[in-house]
């Protein structure tokens, strides 16, 4: 079956800018996470979502925002971008999501560089 | 607060030698502890998952130990290969909300 599909795969934007990530789960997976991913940081969890609700969300400002939609897949929008926000952001999708025992498929990422 | 640390923080070995990557938590309650490897620029791919009850788990050539008494888990590479040149991420969940703790990962070098 199809994995977890992340577009756009590398974006370059200016500060200031906004960005939209998408998403696309498994199918039949309800909850999608966001991660953002830095050398320095490791994995930094944004938020999860669970048949279009944010069920979690970790310490980031409210630059940072997401929505699912009713078919799973999910949007994350970064907006007055700052260089700091350079990152891979990770997309990853489950059956239950959080940490309950089901294996957690992540996508190939989007490359985000702000310049 | 919940913690996961993994070490070292990287290492190079030999192709075709074997190696252990530690990983300890102070997650509580304990759930679950899970291994992935992440090639560069990719995404985590899973390699195991343990409950409380699972001592020891393999996917191939990889061997994951649990010990949740001292709350240390291992990942154990055997024979290992270039395409083991890797980041591997230990992550627990538990806590409140059953959330997952992620460590900093192991950076592995295998040179031939």
């Known amino acids: 079956k199809a994995g977890v599909t992340q577009t756009p795969r590398y974006l370059i934007k200016t500060r200031g800018q906004q960005v939209t990530l998408s998403c696309s789960p498994i199918?039949?997976?309800?909850?999608v996470s966001w991660y953002q991913q830095t050398p320095g940081q490791g994995l930094q969890f944004l938020f999860e979502y669970f048949s279009e609700t944010q069920r979690n969300k970790g310490n980031f400002p409210g630059r940072f925002s997401g929505r699912q939609f009713s078919n799973s897949r999910s949007e994350m929008n970064v907006s007055t971008l700052e260089l700091g926000d350079s990152a891979l952001y990770l997309c990853a999708s489950s059956l239950a999501g959080r940490g309950f025992g089901n294996t957690i498929y992540f996508g190939e990422g989007s490359w985000l560089t702000v310049v | 607060k919940n913690q996961v640390e993994q070490s070292p923080q990287s290492l190079i070995i030999l192709e075709g030698k074997n190696c252990t990557l530690q990983?300890?938590?102070?997650?509580?309650?304990?759930?679950?502890l899970r291994w992935y490897k992440q090639d560069t620029g990719r995404g985590p791919v899973s390699l195991t998952i343990?409950?409380?009850?699972?001592n020891t788990k393999s996917n191939g050539r990889y061997t994951a130990t649990l010990d949740a008494d001292t709350k240390q888990s291992s990942l154990h590479i055997t024979a290992s290969q270039l395409s083991d040149s890797a980041s591997y991420i230990c992550v627990v969940s538990g806590g409140a909300g059953n959330k997952l703790t992620f460590g900093g990962g192991t950076r592995v070098l295998v040179k031939p």
């Open positions: 990983c300890n938590y102070t997650v509580s309650p304990f759930s679950n």
């Open positions: 343990m409950t409380f009850s699972e």
């Open positions: 199918s039949g997976h309800r909850s």
